[in-house]
């Protein structure tokens, strides 16, 4: 069992940055391969990146690569997304996910862990 926890989300102007981060319990953290999603009000979840178990191999959706970077510190738990040179298409709620697959899934259902998610908005 892996409970998630994200926070580092607000309120920013266009332009500005924001770094997410995503704490994790259990010892076993550091077997998970780890996503970022994100869903604005009225669409998808959709994904934003993920990060390979051993942090080593990212991959991130074309509309934030860049912009974005994940990363993961396991002796903390805790996986990061610092999110530069934001947009008001940005703002949308930010979850981190945990998942078992071999590389990050790029699907909600591929992932078995979810945080509660953290808000983001974009101010243009």
């Known amino acids: 069992q892996v409970q998630l926890v994200e926070s580092g989300g607000g309120l920013m102007q266009a332009g500005g940055s924001l770094r997410l981060s995503c704490a994790a319990s259990g010892r076993t953290f550091s077997s998970y391969t780890m996503g970022w999603f994100r869903q604005a009000p009225g669409k998808e979840r959709e994904f934003v990146g993920g990060?390979?178990?051993?942090?080593?191999?990212?991959y991130y959706a074309d509309s934030v690569k860049g912009r974005f970077t994940i990363s993961r510190d396991n002796a903390k738990n805790t996986v990061y997304l610092q999110m530069n040179s934001l947009n008001p298409e940005d703002t949308a709620v930010y979850y981190c996910a945990a998942g078992r697959g071999v590389v990050p899934g790029v699907r909600p259902h591929e992932y078995d862990y979810w945080g509660q998610g953290t808000q983001v908005t974009v101010s243009s």
């Open positions: 990060i390979s178990w051993s942090g080593g191999r990212t």
